[in-house]
């Protein structure tokens, strides 16, 4: 809120007097601390080396030494609803994201845009006169404002962050990613070929915010929220990161399983006497078949060995970035700025079990409906980790990453909702190498800070009435490992699945197939006396009736408060139903100009199970023109209209499955103005309700190539490579070009795409895919 003008104001300036006193932000209390939050994705609590996992994170091990590792924290299940708790403090439900932004509707605690009653933390720091940085992954702007074209209004910059850098999807390819930039679409700064990954660009870049601010203003403490891409699909790493891993996974997940459960108790995470659950799923059917393990011993040689290699991938993709953020840390301390720096190094939910029970390639299989073809993984194998694959492990693997716990992310079990934390902070935390038992959530690390920083959150901001924080602080875990917990009461839901934990004790609720879609009153209640039973290995339901009814009459309550009803476990049909209204011109055709941003897949003509035209205006002033006129998607899955070679060219990627199918004109394109097409009349509906048909490509009136055509019936991109004109300005669809290709030796006048009323929908399928990814 503005100041009030402290000065004297008279008719000459010579007889007045000046205020300058700061007319928005207040002053930072010197000596406050800087802010590091450091937030991985799909990591499951025995994955990482500080607690006693295989896969080597010597900048956590070094943060744990200088600080405290926390055994009871615990998250929502899934990425954006847990980190919308990490901006505001406020449950999931509160900010509107009972599930991911795709996964919106309509409802208070499922509409995916944060209240402005629930301000962000970076909000009030911003205020208070910390400097406030987003670098790498968001996922948390509504869905209907992910486009160039939308209200700001809830990107990052306008709620309360000073600049941002990143990905604004659940995920993106970390050799070609879909960046963002404050509020506009960026391209990446260099290529893989000259050694570009994502981990290592946002490093850079947060380095750069940090040090941007202490040269002009070194009094201004810092809050910056960092987000790889790591741990989330694709799993991508430098070949000398995943060869590090080679043959240490050749044991397979179940003996992964009984190597860490021991060590895990040697280090303190879990009491002894720990428990390990039985193998996922329960062997009653009562988890969909696609998060299902395929036992070790049930697997063939090639199987293994494959299996092995995308553990190895996965841990050196993990491996890598936890190195590029150890050169932040290194600048911190190279600076002088890390003693006074709280760090906070955690997960955003479980291990992901989106991999399906094979493994993929290219995971845009899974979201499409197509199952995963071994025999043909196989063939990528050595391609693992690098640009020509889009991979995730076996759901085998995240059982094992999960141990000793039930199921994995998704879930209410602590497979899903308990996650690796590490707090550093060596001027404010006298203790070094410690544990911490006690039990917390997400909701409860605002609250810390704003004691940490000694900032108290304001009744309004921004001219609205803010919703009381829910948490509870863990500062007192820093001085005392033995203090009781001062949190007695966390719900959890997700997906249809729910749990509440209240005073050691945690009830459960069975929800899924065996249930039958809806009546959730028939769901079975679990109950663990997780005081004694930290991996809920042993169900107390039968033997105390009472406590099931207390908890789950708890339940009920705390979800009065949180609007977390409506519970969702829609079909498809009635989930598509209530999602936003996409934006469709008159007579199904849209219209895009070369050099416009990127427009995202979920904005853009959909052209999946339907019968459609592209057609794009173009004068060719040279006759060596040539580039891309129209492309949308990448080699997993896209399609691309481009000259080459003076002939005009077609491109469909079905997911990245060889060959790709190519319709290349029979005449030369020549200097002058043309009009490029390409018509797909779909004919029938094949297996996975993929779209059968002719494809034509013409150049102005005339049909020049011809043939079949097979697409797809689920989205391109998982990443956020869109639609664009006169160039391909993400992961090439074609592989008859490189990056870009942007049309040169001419201009493009427009492009349009119409697409057919003749949809087949298989709802199920597009259900299932959705509510699985994050």
Known sequence: MAKKFGGII????????????????????D??????????????????????????????????????????????ALCSPTRSSFLTGRTHHQNGFASISEGATGYPGANSHIPFENAFLAEVLREKGWNTFWVGKNHNVPIDEWHSGASKRNWPLARGFDRFYGFLGGETNQWYPDLTEDNHNVDQPYLPDDGYHLSKDLADKAIEFITDSQQTAPEKPWYMFFCPGANHAPHHAPQEWIDKYKGQFDDGYEAYRDWVLPRMIERGILPEGTDITDINPMPDGTFAPSDSVRPWATLSADEKALFSRMAEVYAGFSSYTDYETGRIIDYLEESGQLDNTIVMFAADNGASGEGSPDGSVNEGKFFNGIPDDIAQNLTMIDKLGSPDTYNHYPTGWAMAFSTPFRMFKRYSYQGGVADPLVISWPKGIAARGEVRNQYHHVTDIVPTLLEALGVEFPDVVNGYMQTPLPGVSMAYTFASADAPTTKQTQYYEMLGTRALWHEGWKVVALHGPTSGIGHFEKDVWQLFHTDEDRSEAVDLAEQYPDKVAELVALWFEEAGKYNVLPLNDLTAREILAMEIPAVIPPGGTYTYYAGASDVPERMAANVHGVSYTIAVEFEATDADAEGVLFAQGSRFGGHSLFIKNHKLYYAYNFLGIPPETQFVSDVAVGVGTHVAGLEFAKESVGEYGVSIGTAKLYLDEAVVAEGPLTTMTGHFSLCGEGLAVGRDSGDPVSKEYDHGFDYRGGTIVKAQVHVGDDAFIDMERMLEAAMARD
């Open 10 to 29: 008279n008719l000459d300036i010579r007889d007045s007097v000046p205020d300058w006193t700061p007319y928005t932000a207040d002053r930072a209390p």
């Open 31 to 76: 000596g406050s601390p800087n802010v590091l939050i450091i937030l991985f994705d799909d990591t499951g609590m025995a994955a990482w080396s500080p607690y006693g996992g295989r896969i080597a994170m010597p900048t956590m091990d070094r943060l744990a030494a200088n600080g405290l590792t926390y055994t009871q924290w615990h998250t929502t």
